[in-house]
Structures are given as C-alpha cells and as structure tokens.
C-alpha cells in the first residue's frame, strides 16, 4: 500500500471502531494531528480487546506498513 492506502486504511478501522460503540476518542485525536503511528497503536489494543470488530487482515497490512512491534500489546 502507499502511504495515502494505508492512512485512509487507519482512519476506516477508528471509524468501524466507533460506529462499534468503542471508546477511542483519544486516538482520533492522534489521527488527526498526524500521529500515526500512536493511532494505530489504539485501534490494535482495542482491536486485541474487542475481537470480530476489525478484519484481522487489515489490521496486520497496517501493523506491517506501519512497522510497529505489537508484542507488549499481545500479552
């Protein structure tokens, strides 16, 4: 994915996310100052709190674009 793919990617899990009822103002707010890499790592810990919400493909493409080491939140 390019850089564009993958933001419009992030923003569509925060929006799924809300319309789910989940809590992740906080990280909205990340998203929209720029910081990417702090918004997804919410969407991943609500992700990992709230399974069957998020494709799991599509949270591992953007764990991958992203680069991110999810291991502290798989614990």
């Known amino acids: 994915m390019d850089d564009k793919e993958t933001i419009d ?3 569509k899990q925060i929006k799924t996310l809300e319309q789910a009822g989940i809590e992740i103002s906080d990280d909205r707010k ?3 100052v720029g910081e990417w890499d702090l918004a997804l790592e919410g969407v991943y810990v609500a992700h990992k709190k709230h399974p069957g919400v ?3 493909r ?6 991958e674009d992203f680069g991110i080491d999810t291991s502290e939140f798989d614990r």
């Open 9 to 11: 990617l992030l923003e």
């Open 30 to 32: 990340f998203f929209y």
């Open 54 to 56: 998020l494709d799991p």
């Open 58 to 63: 599509e949270m591992r493409a953007l764990v």
